[in-house]
């Protein structure tokens, strides 16, 4: 049986993606993000589960840092849960004075917040299912959790279903040490992290290299690189699999023009969108025009 480390405590919906991503194996809770990918670094533990992205809020920071420093991991799977929370507080608690929640939480209830507890402070926690601890504790007195975080607190539901957005969904990932890929299945998400040179031009330089092999973007984000004030890290997403020739292609001429490149897997989407191929750049016309080019050289072709 692997060890999968998540995003914890016990109750987050990093645990429900855990469930779907790691289903039978044993799921270890985690404090933080970045705690869940140093139990992998450490050998601690097979692969971690944690949250890459919102469709309310974006990206989650501490993922994108996590994974750009230390040693490399890379991203093996990945699913998308649709996100509504359920409000809890003590049984038979009395007024509701503070609620609590991870940031990405919050900021996804914001108007439910301010029409159903207007006077209530809104508090921080490292995660939905910590402010869920920090209700039992009597730390706060409402917490915005995933529903699964009532089946391990006692807590009392104030509210169901609650999101702002109807349609919220987060995607979370399983990373693990560089090994085997996971096979190419014409429906697979590409990531990498770049740091390229601070000059004009350079990151339009990155993303001419991808839409000259019709590779499509899925997901963009710069973050601070933390040593130099104003320089940054891009981190982009784009269909294909590091498998295909023209994937390949497109990467060998990202590490051409970057500082430093990390490539962060190559694996099936979870929602199944198969990659978009123009006429002309399908993986067959970059073998054809290799085979073309290689006789060439040798002089059998003109
Ligand atoms: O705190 C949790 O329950 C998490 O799994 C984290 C997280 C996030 O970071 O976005 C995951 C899904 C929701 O969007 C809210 C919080």
């Known amino acids: 049986m692997s060890r999968i480390a998540y995003f914890g ?3 987050t919906f990093t645990e429900q993606a855990a469930r779907v ?11 933080t993000v970045r705690l869940a990918m140093t139990a992998v670094r450490n050998g601690e533990a097979d692969a971690a589960c944690v949250p890459i992205e919102n469709s309310v809020e974006g990206v989650v920071p ?3 840092d996590a994974l750009s420093e230390a040693a490399p991991l890379v991203a093996v799977a990945e699913t998308i849960l649709p996100i509504h929370f359920s409000v809890l507080t003590r049984p038979g608690g009395g007024d509701i004075k503070t609620v609590a929640s991870h940031p990405h939480a919050l900021a996804q209830v914001r108007e439910w917040l301010e029409e159903n507890l207007p006077d209530a402070d809104q508090v921080a926690s490292s995660s939905t299912s910590a402010a869920a601890v920090g209700v039992r504790e009597g730390t706060f007195d409402a917490a915005v959790c995933a529903p699964v975080a009532n089946e391990h607190y006692g807590l009392e539901v104030l509210a169901e279903g609650v999101a702002d957005v109807p349609d919220a969904a987060t995607r979370f990932l399983l ?10 299945t014409g429906a697979d998400r590409t990531s990498v992290v770049a ?27 710069a973050r601070p690189t933390r040593s130099n004030f104003g320089e940054y890290r891009f981190f982009i997403d784009f269909e294909g699999h590091v498998a295909e020739p023209r994937v ?26 198969r990659t978009t191929i123009e006429p002309g750049f399908g993986n067959d016309d970059f073998v054809e025009a290799a085979v073309w080019a290689d ?6 072709r003109a």
């Open 195 to 221: 740091a390229a040179a601070n000059r004009t031009g350079t990151l339009a330089e990155l993303l001419t290299e991808l839409a000259s092999r019709g590779i499509n973007l899925t997901r963009l984000d």
């Open 175 to 184: 990373v693990r040490a560089p090994g085997e890929l996971p096979e190419p």
């Open 62 to 64: 501490a993922t994108l």
């Open 295 to 300: 006789a060439v050289r040798k002089g059998d």
């Open 21 to 31: 991503l790691a289903a039978g194996e044993e799921l270890i809770p985690v404090e």
């Open 9 to 11: 405590p016990r109750g």
């Open 248 to 273: 390949l292609d497109a990467l060998t001429a990202l590490r051409r023009h970057c500082r430093n490149l990390r490539f962060l897997g190559s694996h099936p989407r979870a929602d199944g969108t």
